[in-house]
């Protein structure tokens, strides 16, 4: 069996806002998602900055009494995958059920119960730790909680591989629904990783930006002043169907999956392999799996997370993959905007890519103010552009060398 897949939701939250319409019209825009850290004091850190979900109020999507059991990535993975599931009009009946799987990535899952509750230890005694201590924590509790709210009762996974964790979410999904496992996923990732021990680590490695006092212009993709990364939170969802199946209930088809790759760089820890050589294998790779070169691609939403050596391999990797065609491809971070959600980064940034498609308009890399010469692609600095796109590619890239990459292409009926 190897079956049609098509893309009939997506539901987008982040520092852009809370809704899949309201993030891509900020997109669009040219607008940022970063500010100053509200969620801690981080006034003693070298980073202050990040893109915080504003004003996210989970008791829209969770009784009160949940609250206590669920970190917050779990609650915004429960927003974003209402968000999905109200653009694709889905409903699971008994019947569907056992058909209808959830599998939702993380990075590091709760890491703010994990604080939260080690400084409770710490402060009186292991007494003090909630019960609902690792069932709120635990990585896989994002896909639990979204398959008990829509009763799926079909394959249900996580994945940990750190800022690919998303996008292999939705990749195997792909592959789980291509070969006749279920017949719909709801598939992505969330992250809220925004404290700070979170952000104090990261700052440890020097890989986030200081630019402090300009939250806006701080992530800077591929740009010369690009100074290290700065830490978003939200969650990217997607509802995957069997084209039967979605066709069969009438359902709007947004977009078509058309390939998956993985790969490993087998190198350093954090650092990409020299030369782009996982980056350039595994867009290889889904390029094989689509079956279709070069030439196709329209559009490639990068992992472009604004760090000085990352954002140079990168541009190695897409060179190396497209060849003569590299410099006619648009590629964009739209990592510029949300800032960097890690293991969420892939839903997010594979739902923009199908809202892309959708719309045949390629949202922007913002803070293009200084080209860089080793960064000499298109990068579709600092505005919107309308395109023709047949085939969007997005990359996601992680610490131990683990790649994935996703190719959507645009629903045209057949």
């Known amino acids: 069996m190897n079956r049609r897949v098509v893309v009939t939701g997506v539901g987008l939250v982040c520092g852009l806002g809370i809704g899949t319409e309201e993030v891509w019209r900020h997109l669009l825009a040219g607008k940022s998602g970063i500010r100053t850290i509200t969620q801690f004091d981080a006034t003693a850190f070298d980073c202050r900055i990040a893109g915080e979900v504003p004003d996210f109020d989970p008791l829209k999507w969770l009784e009160k009494k949940e609250l206590k059991k669920t970190g917050r990535f779990i609650q ?6 209402d968000f999905a599931v109200q653009m694709s009009k889905l409903e699971i009946t008994p019947e569907t059920a056992p058909s209808t799987g959830v599998f939702i990535g993380s990075g590091i ?29 635990i990585v896989n509790l994002a896909a639990g909680h979204v398959s008990i709210r829509y009763g799926a009762k079909g394959p249900n996974s996580a994945t940990a591989t750190a800022c690919s964790a998303s996008a292999h979410a939705i990749g195997d999904s792909y592959k789980i629904i291509q070969r006749g496992d279920a017949d719909v996923m709801l598939a992505g990732g969330a992250e809220a990783a925004i404290t700070p021990m979170s952000v104090g680590g990261f700052a440890a490695m020097r890989a986030l930006s200081t630019r402090n006092d300009e939250p806006t212009r701080a992530s800077r993709p591929f740009d010369a002043g690009r100074d290290g990364f700065v830490v978003g939170e939200g969650s990217g969802m997607l509802i995957l169907e069997a084209l039967e199946v979605a066709q069969g209930r009438g359902a709007n ?61 990168e541009t190695t990797a897409l060179k190396r993959a497209f060849g003569d065609y590299a410099k006619k491809i648009p590629i964009s971070s739209t990592k510029s905007m949300t800032g960097h959600l890690l ?16 719309d045949q308009i390629l949202p922007p890399t913002i803070n293009q103010e200084t080209p860089d010469p080793e960064c000499d692609l298109d990068y579709v600095p600092n505005h919107a552009r309308k395109a023709e796109v047949q085939y969007a590619i997005s990359n996601s890239f992680g610490f131990g060398g683990t790649n994935a990459s996703l190719i959507f292409k645009r629903w045209d009926g057949k």
């Open 76 to 81: 915004l993975a429960m927003a974003a995958s």
């Open 109 to 137: 899952g709760g890491f703010d119960v994990i604080e939260r509750e080690h400084s409770k230890y710490l402060a009186g005694g292991p007494g003090r730790i909630s019960p609902f201590f690792i069932p709120a924590s």
């Open 253 to 313: 088809i947004i977009a078509e999956v058309a390939g998956y790759g993985m790969s490993g760089d087998a190198y350093h820890i954090t650092s990409p392999a020299e030369g782009g050589d996982g980056g350039y294998r595994v867009t290889l790779a889904a390029m094989k799996d689509a079956k279709i070169t070069p030439a196709n691609v329209g559009y490639v939403n990068a992992h472009g997370t604004s760090t000085p050596i990352g954002d140079c391999i």
């Open 343 to 358: 293991g969420g980064a892939g839903g997010l940034e594979a739902g923009i890519s199908v809202l892309a498609l959708r």
